[in-house]
């Protein structure tokens, strides 16, 4: 069974840095794009980026280049997103997702549970 | 301001049939394939339709959805009160070289 599980909330103050992860299990992780979501709560969903793990291939948004880096470590089949200095305004719930097929960047058909970022002085 | 244009809510009686609009440009709906996801309340979005219209294993026939030009439509027949959730239109954009979904739609079912 293909599963993507992420790591837990966290509450962190402005200017401080974070990274969160995502582990897929259940299937080949170095041969599938995963990607990163973020929601806003009660807003909609935005692509921040993807990366293929199994050669490290990464693109990214316009929105989100320079504001976070995506990276996975394929011997532990996790993916990664973190920040450097977050401010307030990335507070959201952030989910990590798997295409459907080894060639697509798009069509997201396994989804992790979220992670809730809170960032608040 | 999301690339894509959703309606930001649709109501309808159970039973009944609704459709969800969502309308881009050439450089993303226009000439790329679109996918639909259904998010019920706290829970991560699931993929309800992918290459504008086929429907992943375990989704019902329920649910349909067409491309025409720049917009795209979701169509959810036999309205049931689960069906309850937002809705998100996905494609790619090729003049941003990413994903871009609309705003997301949320279904009421009175």
């Known amino acids: ?121 | 301001q999301s690339v894509l244009t959703q309606p930001p809510s649709v109501s309808a009686a159970p039973g009944q049939r609704v459709t969800i609009s969502c309308s881009g440009s050439n450089s993303n709906i226009g000439n790329n394939y679109v996918s639909w996801y259904q998010q019920l309340p706290g829970t991560a979005p699931i993929l309800l339709i992918y290459d504008n219209n086929k429907r992943p294993s375990g989704i019902p026939d329920r649910f349909s959805a067409s491309k025409s030009g720049t917009s795209a439509t979701l169509g959810i027949t036999g309205l049931q009160t689960g069906d309850e959730a937002d809705y998100h239109c996905a494609t790619w954009d090729s003049s941003l070289s990413a994903l871009v979904f609309g705003g997301g739609t949320k279904l009421t079912v009175l």
């Open chain 1, 1 to 121: 069974e293909v599963q993507l599980v992420q790591s837990g909330a966290e509450v962190k103050k402005p200017e401080e840095s974070l990274k969160i992860s995502c582990k897929g299990s259940g299937y080949i992780f170095t041969t599938y794009w995963i990607g990163w979501v973020r929601q806003v709560p009660g807003k909609g969903l935005e692509w921040m980026g993807i990366i293929h793990p199994g050669d490290s291939d990464t693109r990214y948004s316009p929105s989100f280049r320079g504001q976070v880096t995506i990276s996975a470590d394929k011997s532990i089949s996790t993916a990664y997103l973190q920040w450097s200095s977050l401010r307030a305004s990335d507070t959201a719930i952030y989910y990590c997702a798997r295409p459907r097929n080894e060639y697509e960047l798009v069509h997201f058909d396994y989804w992790g549970q979220g992670t809730l970022v809170t960032v608040s002085s």
